[in-house]
Nanobody
Framework: QVQLVESGGDLVQAGGSLRLSCVASGSIFSINAMAWYRQGSGKRRELVATITSGDSTNYRDSVKGRFTISRDNAKNTVYLQMNSLKPEDTAVYYC???????????????WGQGTQVTVSS
């Protein structure tokens, strides 16, 4: 009933920029926190950035000052602006959202299918 669809992944040279988008659709009453994770080849999935419903943000140390997470609540969309990209940023990037279907106080976690970001040196 709920889908998260990412877009914006691409091949880019080191030092370049990309903007990822993730749209949540379906029977959504409200979205609490949203986040971006990534998983490099042969590596564990790691948290990149989070944003709360109140627009409070948090980043992993390695992307601070280079990446910016934002959201458009009217569009149920979260973005990840990635600047000064490095080869070590190469990974599949996944969108994550915690949302509710109604005002019953229950929240559920959803994941997108992922979008590939490749940074060449």
């Amino acid at each position: 009933q709920v889908q998260l669809v990412e877009s914006g992944g691409d091949l880019v040279q080191a030092g370049g920029s990309l903007r990822l988008s993730c749209v949540a659709s379906g029977s959504i009453f409200s979205i609490n926190a949203m986040a971006w994770y990534r998983q490099g080849s042969g590596k564990r999935r790691e948290l990149v950035a989070t944003i709360t419903s109140g627009d409070s943000t948090n980043y992993r140390d390695s992307v601070k000052g280079r990446f910016t997470i934002s959201r458009d609540n009217a569009k149920n969309t979260v973005y990840l602006q990635m600047n000064s990209l490095k080869p070590e940023d190469t990974a599949v990037y996944y969108c994550n959202a915690v949302l509710s279907y109604s005002d019953d106080g229950n929240f559920y976690e959803y994941w997108g299918q992922g979008t590939q970001v490749t940074v060449s040196s």
